[in-house]
């Protein structure tokens, strides 16, 4: 892990998926994978990452319901999230960002499109990223 790389958790309950996108985005970031919501929680517990990836459609704690418990914790509501998810509805999407979310990018997704949309929230004073 290098220290002067931002960190990014990346939220799905497919193990492929998780896979793909640890391989996006290791090589210009710290990536934390977690196969579910509650994981993620525990995983928050020890480290603060400067961005979440979020899929919507997980068992048990869909992505909705994990967006609703990070924004209503004080500690963790200025955590950037961003929806990766297969939903391409237009109802799906104002529904996540009126949750909160900066952006919601759609499955399947092309690696230098992920980055460029990563970074460019990484970079934005809008996002709520605070120096480590």
Sequence with gaps: MREEWKTIFLVDDNASNLLVGRN???T???VYTCISGA???????KIRPDLILLDIEMPEMDGYEVMQRLKDNMDTASIPVVFLTAHNSEETKTK??????????????SDSFLLERIGTHL???RSGMRSH
């Design 24 to 26: 996006s985005l290791s």
């Design 28 to 30: 210009v970031y710290n």
């Design 39 to 45: 994981l993620m929680f525990r995983v928050l517990e």
């Design 96 to 109: 996540g960002l009126s949750l909160g979310a900066i952006d919601y990018i759609t499955k399947p997704f």
């Design 123 to 125: 970079e934005s004073p």
